[in-house]
């Protein structure tokens, strides 16, 4: 998927409606080759290699790590609701599962795009490699800000992009089965926030998932810069994808796709990418994304 947040692609859902969801442990593993970078303040641009993400499960059929939010700022509540216009306001964005998650606005001159992400370390947000890299625009943003928890107009905390990666065979070619991306802050404001557990795993996942982010409409109406849930029902799964009915749209894109788990708690398993009628995807994390995202726990600005 190639277009920016606000008018998503539907070519992701297209291929799935024609071959079909192939259950993952009957699929080839995806071959990443590595990611492209970008430093903003100091201009340098570099291919980082496959190889150089230090693969740590490499033995396993799983892997976790647990989330953390600071004290006080723990989570409230261990499930959600399934209903019909599903996504429901959150009203209390400065708790966790809620606090890690990120709006942000991407500007390419005078073009300027909205999209969601979530802070996975004291400096770093994943988000689509479509939020922060359009090859139509010439590629990076020109600037880039982050608001975790925003609620509105309020602002509890901000902070710009200093860096950028996304994945390669997305720059290289806009594989929606590479569309992921890391933007890496001015400030440490996960030390503030927390954030989500990650997992990666073998078998396919079942059971509710929940999907959480900054749409840009909210039953047809503008939804100005608030933050929505939704909890819905894993449908599909393959190597590279998480198929749920829970209600997405246009702005999203980015946004986690999280289970909870008794040792890890709230954790992240796929990030928003699309959506389609009665059903939307993610990206999963496969062992490869896991182990790059887990490399930025103890990176700080």
Same mark, same amino acid.
């Given at each position: 998927?190639?277009?920016?947040?606000?008018? *998503?692609?539907?070519?992701?859902?297209?291929?799935?409606?024609?071959?079909? $969801?192939?259950?993952?442990?009957?699929? #080839?593993?995806?071959?990443?080759?590595?990611?492209?970078? &970008?430093?903003?303040?100091?201009?340098?641009?570099?291919?980082?290699?496959?190889?150089?993400?230090?693969?740590?499960?490499?033995?396993?059929?799983?892997?976790?790590?647990?989330?953390?939010?600071? &004290?006080?700022?723990?989570?409230?509540?261990?499930?959600? %609701?399934?209903?019909?216009? !599903?996504?429901?306001?959150?009203?209390?964005?400065?708790?966790?599962?809620?606090?890690?998650? *990120?709006?942000?606005?991407? =500007?390419?001159? !005078?073009?300027?795009?909205?999209?969601?992400?979530?802070?996975?370390?004291?400096?770093?947000?994943?988000?689509?490699?479509?939020?922060?890299?359009?090859?139509?625009?010439?590629?990076?943003?020109?600037?880039?800000?982050?608001?975790?928890?925003? #609620?509105?107009? =309020? &602002?509890?905390?901000?902070?710009?992009?200093?860096?950028?990666?996304?994945?390669?065979?997305?720059?290289?070619? !806009?594989?929606?089965? #590479?569309?992921?991306?890391? %933007?890496?802050?001015?400030? =440490?404001?996960?030390?503030?926030?927390?954030?989500?557990?990650?997992?990666?795993?073998?078998?396919?996942?079942?059971?509710?998932?929940?999907?959480?982010?900054?749409?840009?409409?909210?039953?047809?109406?503008? !939804?100005?810069?608030?933050?929505? &849930? *939704?909890?819905?029902?894993?449908?599909?799964?393959?190597?590279?994808?998480?198929?749920?009915?829970?209600?997405?749209?246009?702005?999203?894109?980015?946004?986690?796709?999280?289970?909870?788990?008794?040792? /890890?708690?709230?954790?992240?398993?796929? $990030? $928003?990418?699309?959506?389609? /009628?009665?059903? =939307?995807?993610?990206?999963? %994390?496969?062992?490869?994304?896991?182990?790059?995202?887990?490399?930025?726990?103890?990176?700080? /600005?």
């Amino acid at each position: 998927m190639k277009k920016m947040i606000t008018f *998503c692609s539907s070519l992701c859902f297209m291929l799935f409606i024609m071959t079909g $969801i192939v259950s993952a442990e009957h699929q #080839d593993e995806y071959t990443h080759i590595g990611s492209y970078y &970008k430093n903003v303040l100091t201009g340098e641009e570099r291919f980082i290699p496959s190889e150089e993400v230090f693969s740590t499960n490499s033995l396993e059929l799983e892997g976790s790590s647990p989330g953390y939010f600071p &004290k006080g700022l723990e989570a409230l509540e261990t499930r959600g %609701i399934i209903g019909s216009e !599903n996504r429901q306001l959150v009203t209390n964005t400065q708790v966790g599962p809620y606090i890690s998650t *990120c709006y942000i606005e991407a =500007n390419w001159g !005078n073009n300027s795009y909205r999209g969601s992400g979530f802070i996975i370390g004291p400096n770093a947000v994943v988000t689509s490699g479509h939020v922060i890299y359009n090859s139509s625009l010439g590629g990076w943003p020109s600037s880039c800000k982050v608001w975790p928890a925003r #609620d509105g107009d =309020n &602002k509890y905390y901000e902070s710009y992009a200093i860096a950028y990666e996304a994945g390669g065979n997305y720059v290289n070619n !806009n594989d929606n089965q #590479d569309d992921w991306g890391i %933007i890496t802050l001015a400030d =440490n404001l996960g030390d503030k926030t927390g954030w989500l557990g990650l997992r990666w795993q073998s078998n396919d996942y079942s059971g509710t998932v929940t999907l959480q982010g900054y749409p840009k409409e909210i039953g047809g109406n503008t !939804n100005n810069r608030r933050m929505y &849930k *939704c909890v819905g029902s894993i449908t599909g799964c393959s190597s590279r994808t998480i198929v749920t009915n829970a209600d997405s749209s246009g702005g999203q894109s980015g946004g986690p796709m999280y289970k909870y788990y008794a040792d /890890t708690g709230y954790t992240a398993i796929g $990030i $928003i990418r699309g959506e389609g /009628t009665g059903y =939307n995807d993610g990206l999963r %994390i496969d062992e490869w994304l896991y182990n790059k995202f887990i490399s930025f726990r103890n990176k700080r /600005t």
